[in-house]
């Protein structure tokens, strides 16, 4: 037997409580990071939700390393964040948080899900695309704040049903 575990990836519902976690997550992946505040303003909306990734390392050490925070209205459905820690990226903690939130999204009836993303993203493009989202817009200059030139957004659209 090893000394050592194989990494997990386990995924829950966001509460309330969650709030600061989740803005020290999102300000560590974003130049402009949203507050506690911001984060519970979105929650207590009807039809937002979060959901929040933990990594159990190698040591068995199990910490927050990411979360996607959506919105269902009627049948569609908006990817607002996601974010992953640094040092948690490339082992599959935003994938994972996307399944879970495209089954989320399925049982609640949503039809459709879009989201926007920065067009030099690559990471986030590859992911997005192999998880079956196409373009279906452009935002040139979307991304301003705090860069000397402005990044665009794709907007990016998936089916469900």
């Known amino acids: 037997m090893r000394p050592w575990r194989i990494p997990e990836i386990t995924v829950r519902r966001a509460e309330l409580p969650d709030c600061d976690l989740l803005a020290d997550i999102h300000s560590s992946a974003f130049r402009r990071g949203w507050s506690g505040a911001e984060f519970e303003a979105l929650l207590v909306q009807p039809g937002v939700h979060a959901l929040i990734a933990h990594f159990r390392n190698a040591f068995g050490w199990r910490n927050a390393a990411g979360f996607v925070l959506y919105r269902v209205v009627r049948d569609e459905a908006e990817i607002l964040s996601v974010a992953v820690l640094q040092d948690c990226r490339r082992r599959g903690i935003a ?67």
Do not use: C, W
Not at 130 to 152: D, N, T, V
């Open 95 to 161: 994938r994972r948080l996307m399944e879970e939130t495209l089954r989320h999204l399925y049982r609640e009836g949503a039809r459709g899900i879009h989201l926007e993303v920065e067009d030099s993203n690559a990471a986030a493009l590859g992911l997005y695309r192999r998880m079956e989202f196409r373009e279906s817009g452009k935002r040139p200059g979307y991304y301003a704040q705090g860069r000397p030139s402005p990044g665009g957004a794709l907007v990016m659209l998936r089916q469900l049903r």
